[in-house]
């Protein structure tokens, strides 16, 4: 298979952690006999230095005709300057939108070996194996009238919240793909009780829900979903959200696995198809839940595990590499059950390990 990767390792910690995911994914191309083309392009702070944007046309261009990208992390202090032109994180969203990606992707594990690492109780997190899918290009963060003005009375500030039938219905076929290829258990998430959007939403799931009968659909309102998630978090399989619910949600389930540094993403452009079904590639932007961290760029403490388990995304959603994106999920895993960890996840009075070593550690396993 050809596999052309726009790699863009952005600013902090971004390169360190992206070059540990490279070498993964040369070892599983070089492995299965895959041919792979790799080029690298700037985005975030860094592009603003060398050429005054966040997102060069070239990077757009070459990103537009690969099969995916992998990103490490954008932004800094140096940028936060509020009356800037630009800021880094600008570019990531320019480039959610020329890439027309819809779908973000969360999943969220919970490693045995590493359940006393979250702030939960272990019994709470045992068999914890969730997905969390956002829509991403619409709701209340990009719908229109969206301003703040003055009046008589005072500041005034409106934000509106608008779905379109076409939106719902593409981003929750994400979700009952997903669900279809993993334990076949969906959960919509909406506050239907008080929204108009909502109550579509629902609408529209239901009727989806005859469609795909070999998956099990479930409702819950955005609160009580909040609150599940630290009470019984393994009920979960798939859930599906709109924007703002499941920019919430995503956050909260990052707690679960103990570590930002475990979690990965994948934004796509499609709707992916279940292993066995249409096999078709999908355009894909992967990159770890963390952020740039410029505190501990350039000392070795970076995890580039989600950056790693973003590399086993892209081979599953992008590529239709499913053994390959298994083999690197269980190389992941075996390095953590034999107690390798960065400083992030180290217990007291252990000593960790630095980004390359864990890199190196993993690849062996592979």
Known sequence: ?????????????????????????????????????????????LAIDKHGTPLPETTLNLCQGSSAVLLGAVGGPKWDDPSAQFRPEDGLLQLRKGLGLFANLRPVKVFPAMADSSTLKPEVLD?????????????????????????????????????????????????????????????????????????????IANELAEEYTDVTLDHLYVDNCAMQL??????????????????????????????????????????????????????????????????????????????????????????NLHKEAGLVEQAVASVIEAGYRTADIAVDGQKPVNTTQMGQAILEAL
Do not use: C
């Open 230 to 319: 630290v009470l019984r978090p393994s009920h979960f399989d798939v859930l599906v959200s709109e924007n703002m619910f499941g920019d919430i949600l995503s956050d909260e389930a990052a707690i679960l696995s103990g570590s930002l540094g475990l979690l990965s993403s994948a934004s796509l452009a499609r709707i992916p198809s279940t292993e066995g079904r249409r096999r078709r590639r999908t355009m894909g932007l992967y990159e770890p839940v963390h952020g740039s961290a410029p505190d501990i760029a350039g000392t070795g403490k970076a995890n580039p595990i989600a950056t790693i388990l973003s590399v086993a995304l892209m081979l599953r959603y992008s590529f």
């Open 1 to 45: 298979m050809d596999m052309v990767v726009v790699v863009l390792p952005g600013d902090g910690i971004g390169p360190e952690v992206v070059a540990q995911g490279v070498k993964v994914l040369v070892t599983v191309a070089e492995k299965f006999g895959h041919a792979l083309k790799t080029t690298q392009a700037d985005i975030g702070g």
């Open 127 to 203: 068999g914890v194996d969730l997905m969390v899918v956002r829509e991403l290009t619409g709701g209340i963060y990009f719908g229109k009238p969206k301003r703040r003005w003055e009046t008589n009375r005072g500041r005034r500030a409106v934000d509106t919240l608008a779905y379109t039938e076409r939106e719902i219905e593409r981003i929750l076929r994400v979700g009952f793909e997903l669900a279809r290829g993993r334990r076949k258990h969906l959960t919509s998430v909406d506050k239907a009780n008080v929204l108009e959007t909502s109550r579509l939403w629902r609408q």
